[in-house]
């Protein structure tokens, strides 16, 4: 079975500052992992992943994420975050040993950009 | 063009209706999704399609009756519902394949049934 663990309900940066939001996930194969963001009222716009290749992974808006294997973690950064990053965040993963096409999604951390 | 689009963008039923959300896309996808969110929880998956047959389904209550006419359609038919499936319901598509594998999100359906 797959998992994505998010153990921050809420993040709160100051404007200008770097912003990490937390994920770790546990999967049977390779992971695939994903980063979404909600605003309110709306669908969920999808950030960056990781599939293969270099453990730093550049997305949308300035953010990144970076996969650590060992530790399992695919943590979402941005160096100097803006009050319009605020925000719900999902990260989401798929085992692909399994075929099954389906993401697992985290429970979520809203982020607060406090001006 | 990464646009998954949803009609309508609101809708209020009572518990003896029958109404069908609709989804459309025109990326070529051959996966489509319909989840099911509430309020500040992640989205729950319901069905998930690929090339137009039915491959899960999350053990989903039969007054949620999804249909794919083609690829580029997705319907979630609701009969009978009750207050607590009162939610925001997302369709979602991805391309499968060395490609892509992310899923690209409509804006959602806000059900509210009364």
């Known amino acids: 079975a797959q998992s994505v663990a998010q153990p921050e309900d809420q993040v709160n940066v100051a404007e200008g500052n770097p912003l990490t939001v937390k994920c770790t996930y546990s999967v049977s194969g390779n992971p695939y992992l994903f980063w979404y963001v909600q605003y309110p009222n709306r669908g969920l716009q999808f950030l960056l992943k990781?599939?293969?290749?270099?453990?730093l992974v550049k997305g949308s808006y300035g953010f990144e994420a970076e996969f650590n294997k060992s530790q399992t973690s695919f943590h979402l950064k941005k160096p100097s975050a803006l009050v319009s990053d605020s925000a719900l965040y999902f990260c989401a993963v798929r085992d692909m040993e399994t075929g099954r096409r389906a993401l697992t999604f985290g429970s979520g951390t809203r982020l607060q950009v406090q001006p | 063009d990464t646009e998954v689009t949803q009609t309508p963008k609101h809708l209020v039923m009572g518990m003896t209706n029958k109404k069908s959300l609709k989804c459309e896309q025109h990326?070529?996808?051959?996966?489509m999704y319909w989840y099911k969110q509430k309020a500040k929880k992640p989205p729950e998956l319901m069905f998930v399609y690929s090339y137009e047959k039915l491959s899960i389904n999350e053990s989903v209550p039969s007054r949620f009756s999804p249909e794919c006419p083609n690829s580029s359609l997705l319907n979630l038919h609701l009969h009978a519902l009750q207050p607590e499936d009162s939610a925001l319901y997302l369709c979602?598509?991805?391309?499968?394949?060395?490609?892509?594998?992310?899923?690209?999100f409509g804006p959602g359906t806000r059900l509210t049934v009364t």
């Open positions: 990326m070529g996808h051959r996966a």
């Open positions: 979602a598509s991805s391309q499968e394949g060395s490609s892509g594998y992310e899923q690209y």
């Open positions: 990781y599939i293969t290749g270099d453990n």
